[in-house]
T-cell receptor, first 114, second 112 residues
Framework: DQQVKQNSPSLSVQEGRISILNCDYT??????FLWYKKYPAEGPTFLIS?????DKNEDGRFTVFLNKSAKHLSLHIVPSQPGDSAVYFC?????????????FGQGTRLTINP | NAGVMQNPRHLVRRRGQEARLRCSPM?????VYWYRQLPEEGLKFMVY????????ESGMPKERFSAEFPKEGPSILRIQQVVRGDSAAYFC??????????FGPGTRLTVT
């Protein structure tokens, strides 16, 4: 039962353009969402998060949008840079279910082309 | 402020041996989580601990796996009688009291 899904295993974007990574979830109890970036042989690095009471959160080049009715969130990176090439994981948690454990999607491999 | 520390980074064990993975959380963080990542998959929650307490172990296999976070020292994930299917990357994360979890570099376990 995959509660958090990232349906695009990979994405290729030109440097300087916008990268849009998508994530869908099924559990309506999720109330907090996070995006992590992961390089090979390293641990995930926290990027940005959003609470379910908001629909947008912005931090520099990164913006996360949440559409609760569609159970969908997206991460926008603009402008995309070569250093953004990595695997991006969407994660969700539900305070009432299991004390903040994170449920991860399968990841999307982003490649930024020069 | 040092990040989450995990050791060893790489661990090779023969089938039937024991594996011990250690995790030191970030300074000031009292919540520790363990996750496992199989090849080409996302991270899967295993266990959530606070000092001397297991809060949620719903993701832990029922047999051979155990975890602890003692009053002093690092958190330990212990796998007894390892099998080939235990080969994976094991990540530890810590957090203060907020939702954001900060991950260590992981331990890559290979069972031969």
């Amino acid at each position: 039962d995959q509660q958090v899904k990232q349906n695009s295993p990979s994405l290729s974007v030109q440097e300087g353009r916008i990268s849009i990574l998508n994530c869908d979830y099924t559990n309506s109890m999720f109330d907090y969402f996070l995006w992590y970036k992961k390089y090979p042989a390293e641990g995930p690095t926290f990027l940005i998060s959003i609470s379910s009471i908001k629909d947008k959160n912005e931090d520099g080049r990164f913006t996360v949008f949440l559409n609760k009715s569609a159970k969908h969130l997206s991460l926008h990176i603009v402008p995309s840079q070569p250093g953004d090439s990595a695997v991006y994981f969407c994660a969700a948690s539900a305070e009432g279910q299991g004390a903040q454990k994170l449920v991860f999607g399968q990841g999307t491999r982003l490649t930024i082309n020069p | 402020n040092a990040g989450v520390m995990q050791n060893p980074r790489h661990l090779v064990r023969r089938r039937g041996q024991e594996a011990r993975l250690r995790c030191s959380p970030m300074k000031g963080h009292s919540h520790v989580y363990w996750y496992r990542q199989l090849p080409e998959e996302g991270l899967k929650f295993m266990v959530y601990l606070q000092k001397e307490n297991i809060i949620d172990e719903s993701g832990m296999p029922k047999e051979r796996f155990s975890a602890e976070f003692p009053k002093e020292g690092p958190s330990i994930l212990r796998i007894q009688q390892v099998v080939r299917g235990d080969s994976a990357a094991y990540f530890c994360a810590s957090s203060p009291t907020t939702y954001e979890q900060y991950f260590g570099p992981g331990t890559r376990l290979t069972v031969t």
